[in-house]
């Protein structure tokens, strides 16, 4: 049942995933054609400001979910009201504070700008405002989704909702190519599907609407205290780390800048929201199984799970390495580029990052948010002063520097130190033997990758750009599969595949 909604899952959310950076791509062609790339800049940092404000959800969201596995995994309906009760509650408060926080900070805006030329830039921020607040009105149900392995549903609302924002704002930019119009229907969409979203989650489950709620257990209460205490630290630190690059540039070196980084940030991004896909469709299967089942099949699911990242990992790590800049150039212009060696940086934070997948999958299903409480904020201040100081100093590639130096010194080593002493039984030397043994592979490949590239192909054109994919995928996957083909992951995944979809590799 877990792998039949996994697959399930899995299938909606790549869907949801290629449709919505189809059309991210394509909205995004038409606004720098349309209007001024500064504009691009305070998208970039508009949405840094408001994953600030952010803050004020604390971690609630990860916090009740995993309170929600064991009765959902035990059909505890009256359990899942009053847990769902409480959401409603803490994410009307949530909203409603990100309002009030984001209204007082309208006074300091210009503080975090170089240079700012744009009239308005005011009013545009309270419209990103409102689109942050008021979402968390209704988007608590979709959780209840996620948690209930039914991500497919959240997925078909995003796609429905991508489709439709994309449509109406490359035909405002192309009409009126105004960025009020365009941030407007920015707001309306957002909260339109989050409204519907919410209707058909009360459809699949009518008890949310009972008006009978009884009083959760001291137990339950206590355990979500505690988790939301230990994401507090997580919520800083991931807001520190993910959600400062932008304001960093911003204040050091321009709007300008800020824009050209957006344009990376947006691909390399896509790739890390497709992890994000995949793992919330997996992430309630995974809560279910650590429930349910023993400790070594834990393991070997955890195993497989790392297996797969790393997977992932190295055939979008060589097609970035060799691709990023010629996707760049074909879809924005070679004005629009940055220099090989930023872009290698932005390609080494990106694999950090992505090979966490795994363990912090595993870590939120087995709610072990306390366990590790103090590592966010180390990272966040390592993060914080190595990402200015070298901003100030070395310009863009200071703010990929300092993420790449904090995620070393703490995430890399702090996270599956914790999961492997309190939640899945794995020797920590024998991941760390893993990891370099995916890591050492995964750089040979993509440096071959490139160097077959460019050997083949001397100028930037569309055909070269597909057949430099077609090259990427295929020395990808057939150097992984014959280096692992014997491991007891790829028999897994082979067996799987044969069974659930008729397919057949070795």
Known sequence: MRIKQASKNIKYATIAYFLKIILQLVVRLVFVKSLPVEYLGINGLFTNLLAMLSLAELGVAPAIVYSLYQPLATQDSATV????????????????????????????????????????????????????????????????????????????????????????QILALLVFPSYWLYIILMLLVTVSENFAAARKTEKIYPYLLDKNVQKLSIDVKNTIAKNIKAMIAHKLGSVAVFSTSNLILAKFVGLVEVGFYSNYYMVI????????????????????????ESNQKKADIFKITEFMVAWQALVIGCGFFTLLNPLIEIWLGKQFLFDEAIVTWLIVNFYLTYMRKAVLAFRDASGLYWNDRYKPIAEAIINLAASVYFTINYGVVGVIWGGIISTLLTCFWVEPYVL??????????????????????????????????????????????????????????????AVFRKREEMAYLRNVARDKFGMNFF
Not at 274 to 281: I, L, T
Not at 425 to 446: C, G, M, N, P, R
Not at 464 to 473: Q, R, S, T
């Open 420 to 481: 492997f002493r309190n939640g899945i039984d794995i020797k920590l030397k024998d991941y760390f033997k893993d990891y370099l043994q995916y890591a050492v592979l995964s750089v040979l490949t993509a440096v071959v990758s490139k160097w077959l590239y460019t050997s083949l192909f001397n100028d930037v054109s569309i055909i070269n750009f597909i057949l430099g994919v077609i090259l990427c995928l295929a020395i990808s996957n057939v150097v992984w599969i």
């Open 269 to 292: 991004s896509a790739a890390n929201s497709f992890a994000g896909q995949f793992f919330s469709s997996i992430t309630a299967s995974i809560g279910n199984l650590i429930a349910l």
């Open 81 to 168: 009201k009053s847990l769902m009760q409480l959401f409603k509650k803490a994410y009307i408060s949530i909203g409603c504070i990100i309002i009030t926080a984001g209204i007082c900070m309208i006074p300091w805006l210009d503080w975090f700008i170089k240079e700012n030329d744009i009239t308005g830039i005011k009013w545009f921020y309270f419209i990103f405002l409102l689109n942050t607040g008021l979402s968390y009105f209704y988007s608590y149900k979709r959780n209840l989704l996620i948690a209930d392995q039914k991500q497919y549903v959240n997925s078909i609302y995003q796609s429905v909702g991508q489709i439709v924002l994309s449509v109406l």
